[in-house]
Structures are given as structure tokens and as C-alpha cells.
């Protein structure tokens, strides 16, 4: 837990609208994994009226959670059941969850159980491939972690887009949409460089990854 002590309040308060278009409309029942304090949940809850139920690892972010959630549960999904029964969602929430777990594969295996036929996935994860990392560990040879960002000191897996699909697809799961969100603008040198490489910097210019796949029916 002392990896998250020293964290500001802002990182768990996030409402993430940029992640609200991943969010199929018609969905009932969500289910978000580290939820944090609620910020995102209570976005979806008004724009796509449904049920929401969150888990998080922190009562102190949980306690403010439960005012704008329906239900919130405080457990540690890697080591914890967690208390729904089998096809409960047809939507499960992971925002930049996935990157903090020893085994994300095995959790996610785990959580889609818990997803109706045809339920769906919509993660957010930080990309290693931003251009930001790439240039410090090629031009500087340095791997330094922080307080934040994509090399945050609390973050044990790191993911590219293929990655991403793999890990989606190894659950089970077929991916609908995948992209970069939260991008920077390049400088005019690498603007050219992408063009001369055909658009191969592309997923560079994005801190993180946003994905929505689906379960078969």
C-alpha cells in the first residue's frame, strides 16, 4: 500500500470523459474495477443511465465513491472473490487498472465470468510506446519512473496497442475499438519522419490506450 500513500487526492477523483465514448450506449448493469472516488461512474450513470457497481482497494476513495454509485465493494481483485454471481454486467470498467496487477491476464479471465454473452470491455491503459518514454530510454538511456504518467512508480506491466488486443483476445474477448487517447502534438521534424514512415509514429503520440471489446453472444 505505501506506493499509493504519497499519491495526490487528484489521482483517484478523475472522471475520464475522454473514456465515455468507449461505453456502449444500452448498457444496465456496469461494473468498474478501481473506481476510485466514483468521478467516471457517476459520468456513465448520467449519460447512460444504468446500474453501477464499483470495487476499489482504498476505503478512503471508496467512502466517497458510495454517495454516486449504486454499490461499491472494497476488496483486492488479485486476491479477493468478489461477491457477484456469474453474468451479473454486461459491461466491465477498467481505466488504467490493468497495468497495476501482478497477473492482469488472470484477473481479466476472471472478471469477464462475470459479463453476460455479448458484454462488454472498455479499458484504458497506459502506452509504452509514447513517444516521451521511447526518447528517454534511446537519446538519455534512462528507464526512470514518477509520480504519475505512463512510467508511474506503482505500475508493474507495461502495454502497446498489440498488447493490449492480445490480452483482450486471450480472454476471450473480440476487440471492436482500439486507439490512442490523451495525445501530444509533434514537432515539425517528427511530423515529417511519421509521414516518410508511412504514419509507423503514429501510436507514439499518445500517453494511453483506449479499447472497447466484446464477449461472443
Known amino acids: 500500500m505505501t506506493d499509493y500513500d504519497d499519491k495526490e487526492a487528484a489521482y483517484f477523483q478523475t472522471p475520464r470523459r475522454e473514456m465515455l465514448a468507449f461505453v456502449p450506449k444500452g448498457v444496465a448493469a456496469v461494473l468498474e474495477i478501481g473506481c476510485g472516488t466514483g468521478a467516471f461512474g457517476a459520468l456513465v450513470k448520467r449519460e447512460r443511465s444504468c446500474r453501477y457497481v464499483g470495487v476499489e482497494l482504498f476505503e478512503s476513495a471508496a467512502e466517497q465513491a458510495r454517495p454516486r454509485l449504486d454499490e461499491v465493494h472494497v476488496l483486492n481483485v488479485e486476491k479477493e472473490a468478489l461477491p457477484f454471481a456469474r453474468a451479473s454486467f454486461d459491461c466491465l470498467v477498467c481505466n488504467d487498472v490493468l497495468e497495476h496487477l501482478v497477473d492482469p491476464w488472470a484477473v481479466l479471465a476472471r472478471l469477464v465470468t462475470f459479463l453476460r454473452p455479448g458484454g462488454y470491455i472498455v479499458s484504458s491503459t497506459p502506452n509504452v510506446r509514447f513517444s516521451e518514454v521511447v526518447k528517454d530510454l534511446v537519446f538519455r538511456k534512462r528507464w526512470e519512473y514518477r509520480e504519475q504518467g505512463v512510467l508511474d512508480r506503482t505500475h508493474l506491466r507495461f502495454f502497446t496497442e498489440s498488447s493490449v488486443r492480445e490480452m483482450f483476445?486471450?480472454?476471450?474477448?473480440?476487440?471492436?475499438?482500439?486507439?490512442?487517447?490523451?495525445?501530444?502534438?509533434?514537432?515539425?521534424?517528427?511530423?515529417?519522419?511519421?509521414?516518410?514512415?508511412?504514419?509507423?509514429?503514429?501510436?507514439?503520440?499518445?500517453?494511453?490506450?483506449?479499447?472497447?471489446?466484446?464477449?461472443?453472444?
Open 169 to 217: 483476445e486471450g480472454a476471450g474477448a473480440k476487440v471492436l475499438e482500439i486507439r490512442g487517447i490523451n495525445g501530444i502534438r509533434y514537432a515539425w521534424r517528427l511530423q515529417l519522419l511519421n509521414l516518410a514512415l508511412l504514419g509507423a509514429l503514429d501510436e507514439m503520440r499518445y500517453m494511453q490506450i483506449g479499447c472497447l471489446a466484446q464477449l461472443p453472444e
